[in-house]
Nanobody, 114 residues
Framework: VQLQASGGGLVQPGGSLRLSCAAS????????MGWYRQAPGKQRELVAV???????NYADSVKGRFTISGDNAKNTVDLQMNGLKPEDTAVYYC?????????WGQGTQVTVSS
């Protein structure tokens, strides 16, 4: 299984970015896909996840600003990030969870700065 993420970049506070991730290989139809992030000097943390059934979960810090969506048949997941804040600056990692096993993408940098 491989994960390929795209998106990210530099944006001003209040701006928007969209992250996309596609999984390839032997991917089960039953899975959880999502995004985690890691800021310098901090632990990796959950941002948002979506199950193959469409249930979602968000970190409190991004609720109301970020929206996760996925296409279970295509094994893709997107993260629309609006109202970005400097504290959202981090490396964002795509994650795929299948029957208790984690797979990670390569990470993409998101920098929010004026």
């Amino acid at each position: 299984v491989q994960l390929q993420a795209s998106g990210g970049g530099l944006v001003q506070p209040g701006g928007s970015l969209r992250l996309s991730c596609a999984a390839s290989g032997r991917v089960s139809s039953i899975k959880v896909m999502g995004w985690y992030r890691q800021a310098p000097g901090k632990q990796r943390e959950l941002v948002a996840v979506i199950t193959s059934g469409g249930s979602t979960n968000y970190a409190d810090s991004v609720k109301g600003r970020f929206t996760i969506s996925g296409d279970n048949a295509k094994n893709t997941v997107d993260l629309q990030m609006n109202g970005l804040k400097p504290e959202d600056t981090a490396v964002y990692y795509c994650n795929l969870l299948i029957f208790g096993k984690d797979y990670w993408g390569q990470g993409t940098q998101v920098t929010v700065s004026s």
